[in-house]
C-alpha cells in the first residue's frame, strides 16, 4: 500500500470495497460535450482532489454522482447501485452521499440544529429525540455547539460551511462529495473549514473534494485528478502529481496557481 | 464631583465591558421630532402644512361622527332635531339586519356562536405559542363541518335556507371560505404550472390565464344564471355554494401566481441541497421551498385576500344581499329617507377595520418569520 507509507497515517486506510465506480461516461448540456470519456474508480477511504482550470467540468462531474445532474451516456456504479432514471435507485444512492457546496446551502427558514436533524428524521425516519443528539454530536466535531439553535443567517460563513457539514455527516454518509467548499470564504475562516475536512479524512471517510487548496491536497489527498476541457488529463499521488506533472497543461497550471 | 465612572484608567476584560447609556441627544422625542419634522426649512413648511389641514379637517369629522351624532332616534325628522351630526340610530335600529340579513331572529344566537367557534378555530392558526395549540388545531379542522350545521341547520336544528343569509355575516362566510380554500388550492395551482409533467403544467396554466383573464362579476353571473344550462335539469345547487365556489377559484388564481414568484426566488442551491440529501418532491416542497416561497409570498397572498374580501361585496349584484344590498334596502325606507352617508361610512368602517387587521397580522408574520440575513 503505497499511499499508505505515502501519507504515514495508520488511521487513512484505503480499503479495497469499490463505492464509485464510472466507466465512459459522458454528458451533454443541449450540444455541448461538458464530460468526456470519464473513468474513474473510487475505493472506500480515499481522498481524491479534484481541480483545473474554471469551466473544466470539476463541478458537472461530481455532481453526476448523486444525480444533481444527468449523464447521458457510460455508467455510474455508487456503493454497488447503479444511478439511472430510476428513482429509487437514485434515492438509495442520495441517502449514502453526503454533499457540501460552495455556497453552503443551508436552509435560512431552519434553525443550525433543524438543518442537521431534518434529513435524518424525514429521510432515515429516526425519531426526533436521537436525530438531535446525533446533531449535536457533529456540531460539536464540528466545533459548534454552541450555535445550534442560531438560524444560519446569524453565522459566519466559515461557521456555516461547517455546519454544512454536520448537516451531511448526520446522514451518516459512506461517501462525501465536496464542491470548492473553501473558494466562497474569506482566508482567515478558510483554515477552519479545511481543519473539520482533514479530521474527516483521517477518520477514514470516503471523500471527492473539488478544490484549490493544494496544500490540502498534499497532506490528505491520496489521489489527485486534473481536469481540462471535460476531460480527465491527469490523476496521480499527489508527491507525483506535484513534482513530476506529466502533461503540459498539469505544469500550466500548476504553475499558475502555485505562483500565487 | 469627579465622574468616576468615565474614569480612563479603568481597565476591563474583553467582552465584559458594562454596557454606557447612549449620549444625551441621540434618542428620546425630542431627537426624533428633530430628525423627522424640523430637519430642514423644506421639512418645517410640509409639517406645519400637514398640522394646518388636520386643523382644518380633523375637528369637523370629529363633530359628525361622534360629538354631534344621535346614537338613538325613531326616525330621520326626530334624528335631525336631536342634533346636526351623523344619525347613527338609524343604524342602530338596523343593526340585526345589517349583521345578519333575514337570518330568523330566534335563530341568531347560532350565528353569533358560530363568529366565537371562528375566532377559536382561527387563533391556533394565528398564533403559534398558543398553550394546547395542537389539539385546538383539531378543532380549526372540524370547523368548516361545525359552522356549515350550525348556519343551515338539519339534525336536530331548525333548517335555514341560505337566501336568508345576509349583511355581515354573509360578508365574513364569503371571505373566510374563499380565503381557507384558495390558499391550498392557490399553492398547488402554483406548484402545478411548475411541475415536469406537461399535462398537469398545462391544465394548471390554462385553469389560471383563464381565470385571470375573466372578470369576477362575469363570474359570479356564470354562477347565478349560466350553470343551470349546464347541469342536468331539476337539479337544485344552491346559489351561495357556487358563488363560493367562483370566489374561491377567482382568488386561487391570483394567489397561484402570487406564490409562483415566491417560488421563483428560492434560490436553485435549496432545492438541491433538498435533493442532495434524498428528501423526496413533496418533503422537500413541504420542508423546504414552501416555507420560504411563502414567506416572500406573504404581502402578495394578504393583498389577494384583502382584494377578496371587498370583492365579495360585488354578489349584491347577483341578488345576494351582503351589506352593500341590506344597505341600499333599508334607504328605500320613507322613515330613514337621504341616510346614504351613515350607511356608507359605517359599512366602509367594518370594512377598514377587517381588511387593516389584516394587513397588520401580514407584517406582524413577516417580523416573526424574518431569521438574519438572506442566504
Ligand atoms: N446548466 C448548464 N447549462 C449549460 N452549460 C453549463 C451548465 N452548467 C455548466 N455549464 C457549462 O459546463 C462547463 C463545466 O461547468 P462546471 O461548472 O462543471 O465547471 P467547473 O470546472 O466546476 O468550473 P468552476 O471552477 O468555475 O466551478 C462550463 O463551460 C459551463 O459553462
Ligand atoms: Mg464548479
Known amino acids: 500500500m503505497t499511499d499508505h507509507e505515502a501519507q504515514g497515517a495508520a488511521s487513512m486506510q484505503v480499503s479495497d470495497q469499490e463505492m464509485i465506480r464510472i466507466s465512459e461516461m459522458h454528458k451533454w448540456y443541449g450540444q ?4 468526456k470519456n470519464i473513468n474513474l474508480n473510487v475505493k472506500a477511504g480515499e ?31 455508487v456503493d ?130 473539488v478544490t484549490h487548496e493544494m496544500g490540502f491536497a498534499k497532506t490528505v489527498a491520496n489521489r489527485v485528478i486534473f481536469m481540462d476541457g471535460g476531460e480527465i488529463i491527469e490523476e496521480n499521488e499527489p508527491q507525483e502529481f506535484f513534482n513530476n506533472p506529466q502533461s503540459e497543461r498539469t505544469q500550466e497550471f500548476l504553475s499558475q496557481i502555485l505562483a500565487h | 464631583m469627579p465622574n468616576t465612572s468615565n474614569a480612563p484608567t479603568q481597565n476591563y476584560v474583553p467582552g465584559e465591558h458594562p454596557d454606557l447609556k447612549p449620549p444625551i441627544g441621540q434618542t428620546g422625542i425630542l431627537l426624533w421630532l428633530r430628525k423627522n419634522l424640523f430637519s430642514s426649512t423644506f421639512n418645517i413648511v410640509l409639517t406645519l402644512a400637514t398640522l394646518y389641514f388636520l386643523y382644518l379637517v380633523i375637528p369637523p369629522l370629529l363633530n359628525w361622527l361622534v360629538l354631534d351624532a344621535v346614537f338613538q332616534a325613531g326616525s330621520r325628522d326626530e334624528c335631525r332635531a336631536l342634533g346636526e351630526g351623523a344619525c347613527w340610530g ?43 395549540r395542537r389539539i385546538m388545531l383539531w378543532f380549526s379542522v372540524l370547523f368548516p363541518f361545525v359552522s356549515a350545521w350550525l348556519l343551515l341547520g338539519g339534525f336536530g336544528l331548525e333548517s335555514v335556507n341560505t337566501d336568508q343569509f345576509g349583511g355581515f355575516m354573509l360578508t365574513m362566510i364569503i371571505g373566510v371560505t374563499g380565503i381557507v380554500f384558495s390558499l391550498p388550492m392557490g399553492i398547488l395551482l402554483a406548484l402545478g404550472r411548475q411541475s415536469q409533467l406537461h399535462f398537469i403544467r398545462w391544465i394548471c396554466t390554462g385553469f389560471i390565464e383563464f381565470i385571470r383573464g375573466v372578470p ?160
Open chain 1, 32 to 35: 455541448f460535450h461538458v464530460l
Open chain 1, 47 to 77: 481522498r481524491i482532489v479534484v481541480c483545473g482550470p474554471s469551466g473544466s467540468g470539476k463541478s458537472t462531474l461530481i455532481r453526476c454522482m448523486n444525480r444533481l445532474e444527468e449523464h447521458q451516456r457510460g455508467e455510474i456504479w
Open chain 1, 80 to 209: 454497488g447501485v447503479e444511478l439511472t432514471s430510476d428513482l429509487k435507485n437514485i434515492e438509495q444512492i442520495r441517502r449514502e452521499v453526503g454533499m457540501v457546496f460552495q455556497h453552503f446551502n443551508l436552509f435560512p427558514h431552519l434553525t443550525v440544529l433543524e438543518n442537521c436533524t431534518l434529513a435524518p428524521i424525514w429521510v432515515r425516519k429516526m425519531p426526533k429525540g436521537e436525530a438531535e443528539d446525533v446533531a449535536r454530536a457533529y456540531l460539536e466535531r464540528v466545533k459548534i455547539p454552541e450555535q445550534a439553535d442560531k438560524f444560519p443567517g446569524q453565522l459566519s460563513g466559515g461557521q456555516q460551511q461547517r455546519v454544512a457539514i454536520a448537516r451531511s455527516l448526520c446522514m451518516n454518509p459512506k461517501i462525501m462529495l465536496f464542491d470548492e467548499p473553501t473558494s466562497a470564504l474569506d482566508p482567515e475562516m478558510i483554515k477552519e473549514v479545511l481543519d473539520v475536512m482533514i479530521e474527516l479524512a483521517h477518520d477514514g471517510m470516503t471523500m471527492l473534494c
Open chain 2, 90 to 132: 338609524f343604524i342602530d335600529k338596523r343593526l340585526g339586519q345589517f349583521t345578519y340579513g333575514f337570518y330568523p331572529i330566534e335563530e341568531r344566537w347560532r350565528v353569533n356562536l358560530t363568529f366565537l367557534l371562528l375566532v377559536m378555530a382561527v387563533l391556533p392558526v394565528l398564533w403559534e405559542k398558543m398553550p394546547k
Open chain 2, 216 to 375: 369576477l362579476i362575469t363570474l359570479l353571473f356564470v354562477a347565478s344564471t349560466m350553470l343551470n344550462y349546464f347541469l342536468p335539469p331539476g337539479t337544485t345547487f344552491d346559489l351561495l355554494l357556487r358563488v363560493l365556489i367562483m370566489v374561491t377559484i377567482f382568488s386561487a388564481a391570483y394567489i397561484a401566481e402570487v406564490v409562483r414568484g415566491g417560488l421563483q426566488a428560492v434560490p436553485k442551491g435549496q432545492h438541491e441541497a433538498a435533493d442532495a440529501m434524498g428528501l423526496k418532491y413533496w418533503a422537500s416542497m413541504r420542508l423546504i421551498v414552501l416555507p420560504q416561497a411563502l414567506k416572500i409570498s406573504i404581502p402578495g397572498i394578504v393583498n389577494t385576500f384583502i382584494g377578496l374580501f371587498k370583492d365579495s361585496t360585488l354578489v349584491v349584484i347577483i341578488g345576494l344581499l351582503d351589506p352593500l344590498g341590506i344597505g341600499r334596502a333599508s334607504l328605500s325606507d320613507s322613515k330613514w329617507q337621504g341616510l346614504a352617508t351613515e350607511v356608507y361610512v359605517f359599512i366602509a368602517i367594518f370594512f377598514f377595520i377587517c381588511c387593516f387587521s389584516m394587513s397588520r397580522y401580514s407584517i406582524y408574520l413577516e417580523n416573526k418569520l424574518h431569521t438574519g440575513h438572506r442566504i
